[in-house]
């Protein structure tokens, strides 16, 4: 009898396909379903990972744009919280200036602010490369608020609306800045680099001398050289310009910075750098803004 006629050899436990012995169609729909199965799991993890929460810095480690935007914001909390206390104690305790007898004002927040701030900024810049200590850096921008709050305070008091002409210049030149630098039309080089590191030694050669000339008083004017005029125009304005433009650039190189920081993936902790860089170049500009529109209104 042949053996496909034996009922025995129909039994399914003799039917079993051997492993060395599977059909070339039954390998090749087997791999296909592995493979399947394979892009399926590959894509529910894909899934996954886009419907997760972004990474923040917190998680990663990292330095990124939107961590550094929270620590300056912070920093300018801090800023503008002492500068109130600066501007209470320039006048005496009082909110309006106009309100102030002239024997009441005092400089000491202006001083003190601008003395602790320059030292804490010395500090903060030749350490950093080692450590990056926020407690000064939170210590900067409380002296830096004294020092805002002071000097705000007492130009208002001699030019009445002058804090808010400059606080609004301020703004709009931020703005203007950073949206010329997120749109790629202004960019950092090394030769736009070297120009204005030769206009910067040369400004605190300039405001150095104008110093010393006011304290021997050799100068005349509340601004010394800067009240002097040129063709008819306050030596000031035409300096002030300038030192707008530098502040502006400067400005481009603190964003370049964290953009920098952030693609390549520098410490978390060196956003407080970013954040410092960005708060001294605005409160610099914002200075220099006041002090210009000053000299205008003196002028006049």
């Known amino acids: 009898m042949a053996a496909s006629g034996n009922f025995a050899f129909n039994n399914p436990v003799f039917q079993e396909q051997r492993p060395g012995l599977t059909p070339p169609a039954a390998q090749t729909n087997n791999a296909a379903a592995s493979h399947q199965a394979a892009d399926v799991a590959s894509n529910a993890r894909l899934e996954g990972m886009y419907a997760a929460p972004t990474a923040s810095s917190a998680n990663t480690g990292r330095m990124t744009v939107e961590d550094t935007v929270v620590k300056t914001a912070g920093l300018f909390g801090i800023l503008l919280v002492t500068a109130l206390v600066g501007w209470f104690w320039t006048l005496g ?55 805002v709050g002071g000097i705000s305070a007492f130009f ?9 002409q400059a606080t609004v210049a301020t703004l709009v030149v931020v703005g203007v800045t950073l949206a010329l630098f997120a749109s790629g039309k202004v960019r950092v080089t090394k030769k736009a680099n070297k120009i204005f590191m030769i206009a910067m030694v040369s400004y605190m050669v300039f405001a150095l001398v104008n110093l ?49 920081g952030a693609r390549n993936g520098a410490p978390r902790e060196f956003g407080w750098i970013g954040a410092f860089g960005i708060m001294v170049t605005v409160v610099w500009l914002y200075v220099e803004i006041l002090r210009m529109i000053a000299i205008l209104r003196g002028s006049n």
């Open 212 to 260: 010393v000339l006011m304290w021997t008083g050799v100068t005349n004017g509340a601004f010394g050289l800067y009240s002097m005029k040129v063709a008819g125009i306050p030596l000031g304005l035409i300096i002030g310009l300038l030192v707008v433009l530098m502040a502006a650039y400067s400005l481009v190189q603190d964003f370049d910075l964290v953009q920098q």
């Open 93 to 147: 305790g009082s909110l309006m200036p106009t309100q102030v007898e002239p024997g009441s004002l005092t400089m000491a927040p202006w001083i003190i602010g601008a003395f602790v701030g320059f030292i804490l900024a010395l500090v903060i810049t030749f350490t950093s490369r080692k450590k990056v200590r926020p407690a000064l850096i939170w210590a900067y921008a409380a002296a830096e608020g004294l020092f």
């Open 156 to 164: 208002e008091f001699i030019w009445p609306g002058v804090v808010l």
